[in-house]
């Protein structure tokens, strides 16, 4: 199994590869329902766009204050942009495209940014001093412990996106390479089993898996920056 | 991949080994940077061109709704204040109106009575004067026959005095006289 | 040596599907922490906001050690350092 594929390379070695060519993609196509859908907006809905439009940043807004309290509200937009950079970072897998989210320098930057957040959130919600003693609580023994599990976050939500992507993936093609080789193997002209059991498949691994890691992602942003404040 | 491989400039280059693949596993500083850009400008998307936007619109409508509310309320209490003063004016009027029936029925009592009084007087004058009339034309008729008498009187003294009174003329005077 | 070679990828990948064997203890955790999220929603549902919100990072957490498991797996198939030590 490969990595995702290499198209160009800067200098200094800095290499872009399918994962940042599809995520451009990706924001082209944001950009562009964003603007289709907040363009003209009037004060008496009479578009089905511009109740989507309201639809999406209500729904946003009640989740982020639902989750993170009133003082966090500014976090809706970069959560709904979490989330929909995940969703279709995964859905892309449907169409044939590596799916972003099955690179683990994406899931990895998104898990580092939160915990950066995260930080953040802690020094200035208990001052340096504070934060510093914050891993001294309850007793100073576990500091070790405290200090590991700040790092464990970010690796396990990285991992976790990346894990249940990557595996979909993974099994959806081993399952392509099986049916094509039965295929041959009943010397069908063309691979005619890899009709419907892969649909089934990318049914759960690509939509099913897709949208629950975004919101389990989502969540646990939320969940961990809101908790970071107490 | 396919479609990747349909653009000729964006072909792969080079790989560490040559296949056009990084490794499944690994650290691509390139990808790292370029997804820190993507998730800083997808947030600027959505702040800018949805959040924003539709926050725009609904503070504009939140401010309608509650324009209009001011409204209704002042509305409402304009009309409560109207509808107060057309009730207490509505009672005054018909105070005024009962005030006017009653002084109007009471003059027109008062005036009726002095009506019939008045009639009544005048009645008394007309009878007494009719009384007066007639208690004068009978004076006058008792007067005028009292004249007729005398001169009926004169007249047949006369008329003896004229003749030489015998029986028969007397009888035929009388007779003349009772024709007469 | 590539007999070496065979045996270390051989191995790698037996130890990778032993280190997957770390995934039973995270889906038996789960699979009781939806029951018992499933069961406090029957019981107080006005609350299953917050009670999906608790069983999903509780899920998070408990699902750590299945991943360090992934990740130890993940290593060992796709990066072979076991290679680099003959």
């Known amino acids: 199994m490969n990595g995702p594929k290499l198209i160009f390379q800067l200098p200094f070695g800095i290499n872009i590869t399918e994962t940042v060519f599809l995520s451009w993609c990706i924001i082209v196509a944001v950009a562009l329902l964003l603007l289709y859908l907040t363009h003209d907006m009037e004060k008496v809905p009479t578009k089905k766009r511009q109740v989507i439009a309201e639809w999406i940043v209500e729904t946003m807004n009640n989740l982020v204050k639902e989750n993170m309290g009133e003082k966090f509200m500014g976090f809706a937009p970069y959560i709904a942009g979490l989330f929909t950079y995940s969703i279709l970072g995964s859905l892309i897998g449907l169409i044939g495209l590596r799916p972003v989210t099955a690179d683990i320098n994406t899931t990895a930057t998104w898990a580092v940014t939160t915990a950066l957040m995260v930080q953040i959130v802690k020094v200035r919600t208990s001052g340096f001093g504070g934060y510093l003693k914050g891993f001294a609580e309850p007793v100073a023994a576990i500091t070790p412990l405290n200090i590991i599990s700040e790092f464990s976050t970010p690796v396990s939500m990285a991992f976790r996106h990346f894990g249940n992507i990557a595996a979909g993936m993974v099994i959806s093609s081993l399952i392509y390479m099986g049916l094509a080789s039965l295929s041959a193997a009943i010397h069908l002209p063309i691979p005619l089993l890899q009709v419907g059991l892969p649909a089934i498949l990318s049914l759960y691994f690509d939509i099913f898996s897709g949208f629950m890691q975004a919101y389990i992602f989502c969540m646990l942003t939320m969940v961990f920056i809101s908790s970071a404040a107490e | ?180 | 040596m590539e007999l070496a070679r065979a045996i270390i990828l051989g191995a790698s990948a037996i130890g990778a599907g032993l280190a997957m064997i770390a995934g039973i203890g995270p889906g038996i955790g789960q699979g009781y922490a939806a029951g018992k999220a499933s069961e406090a929603v029957g019981r107080q549902p006005e609350a299953s906001g917050d009670i999906m919100r608790t069983m999903l990072i509780g899920c998070a957490v408990a699902e750590s050690t299945g991943i360090y498991g992934f990740v130890v797996a993940i290593i060992l198939l796709f990066i072979n350092p076991l290679i680099g030590m003959l």
């Open chain 2, 1 to 180: 991949m396919q479609i990747l491989d349909l653009i000729p400039s964006l072909s792969p280059i080079a790989a560490s080994d040559g296949s056009g693949f990084t490794p499944f596993i690994t650290i691509e500083l390139g990808t790292i940077i370029f997804v820190l850009l993507n998730l800083l400008i997808i947030y600027l998307l959505f702040k800018k061109f949805l959040f924003e936007r539709v926050q725009k619109i609904l503070d504009a409508r939140q401010n309608d709704v509650q324009a209009m509310y001011t409204d209704a309320e002042t509305a409402k209490e304009n009309a409560l204040s109207i509808e107060a003063d057309y009730t207490e004016k509505l009672s005054q009027a018909k105070d005024e109106a009962n005030e006017l029936v009653r002084s109007a029925t009471k003059r027109a009592q008062i005036r009726g009575e002095e009506i019939v009084n008045e009639a009544k007087e005048q009645a008394g004058h007309i009878k007494k004067r009719a009384e007066e009339d007639i208690e004068r034309e009978k004076k006058r008729a008792i007067n005028q026959i009292k004249d007729e008498i005398s001169d009926i009187a004169i007249d047949a003294a006369s008329k003896i005095a004229q003749k030489e009174i015998n029986a028969a003329d007397q009888e035929k005077l009388i007779e003349e006289f009772i024709s007469m």
